[in-house]
């Protein structure tokens, strides 16, 4: 029994060792066709957490899968263990329902602070003097396969849905008036469209959490992710990130929000789990308390 008892454990000794060395190889997914730049801070906080995570489960690789998915595509890929191992969205009970979220928000709930894209020509409606009501009666343009046109449509808002990619030229076109971004979002997207604006007067404001996602078969980079970010969590590694990362840094006040109306909104899509994460108050901006 007490040799049984030795080999049992110089075995778990051994599996251990090797579990802690062995190199993980983590792919997601950037497109081809359309890249965003905003995509660096996700992949920038992914090798944080993952470097933060070595000292328990070694190295790791990353990987990056150039092809053009959308987000709906990505998800069926992710939860079917093609070609991804990762992928990063805003939440919902289905997609809860597909795949593990890790549950801490990577934008600490910035993608439900929208400000919105509009034609210059447009200016003067978008006075001062907007209403929720008059926002509800114009049209706003939202990726059909986006979180966010669920929750705007049960909010009361004329959603036109298109393709990410071809919406600031749906804008363009007058297929719709305005198009509602996360605040750290617009910047970049219209630097060279001379025919639009960031609104000025208004923003809306929904609690919007974005998870890393991962098959929930693969318990390794489950555990490891959680590990690692809990663990810059607490450090305060993840708020020198956020405050400190270039897509994200300045951008309140570039969006000037103490001028804006603040429309509160409902996400009927939560889950009982993120709506209790909402009282985590160290996960949040200070805007949603």
């Known amino acids: 029994m007490r040799v049984l008892r030795l080999l049992l454990s110089i075995t778990f000794l051994l599996a251990s060792s090797m579990n802690a060395n062995a190199l993980d190889v983590v792919r ?6 359309y890249p965003e ?19 328990k489960y070694g190295d ?6 150039i092809l053009d998915m959308s987000q709906g595509r990505a998800s069926v ?12 969205r805003m939440t919902s009970q289905a997609l809860e329902q597909d795949l593990q979220a890790i549950y801490i928000p990577l934008l600490k709930g910035l993608m439900g602070v929208r400000i919105a894209i509009i034609r210059k020509s447009d200016s003067t409606i978008f006075s001062s003097e ?33 393709r990410g990619f071809s919406l600031l030229t749906m804008l363009e076109k007058q297929r719709f008036d305005y198009f509602p971004r996360a605040i750290h979002e617009p910047w970049l997207e ?50 020198q990130f956020f405050s400190q990362h270039p897509v994200t840094q300045n951008m309140f006040k570039k969006a000037k929000l103490p001028q804006r109306k603040v429309f509160k909104l409902d996400n009927p899509l939560l889950s009982d789990k993120s709506r209790a994460i909402l009282n985590n108050k160290s996960l949040w901006l200070d805007c949603f308390h």
């Open 190 to 239: 219209i630097a060279d469209r001379e025919q639009l604006a960031i609104e000025q007067h208004f923003l809306l404001k929904y609690p919007a959490p974005m998870y890393f996602f991962i098959n929930k078969d693969n318990r390794r980079l489950v555990e490891r992710i959680e590990y690692g970010f809990t663990k810059i969590v607490n450090s305060g590694a993840f708020k």
């Open 130 to 162: 907007i209403t929720l009501d008059k926002l509800k009666k114009m049209s706003l343009g939202q990726g059909y396969d986006w979180p966010d046109s669920n929750i705007l449509r049960a909010n009361g808002f004329n959603v036109v849905e298109g």
């Open 60 to 65: 790791f690789e990353l990987t990056p899968v």
């Open 77 to 88: 890929m992710l939860r079917q263990e093609r070609t991804i191992d990762i992928l990063w």
């Open 37 to 55: 730049a905003k995509q660096a801070y996700y992949i920038d906080l992914l090798k944080l957490i993952l470097d933060a995570s070595s000292d």
């Open 28 to 33: 997601y997914n950037i497109s081809e066709t």
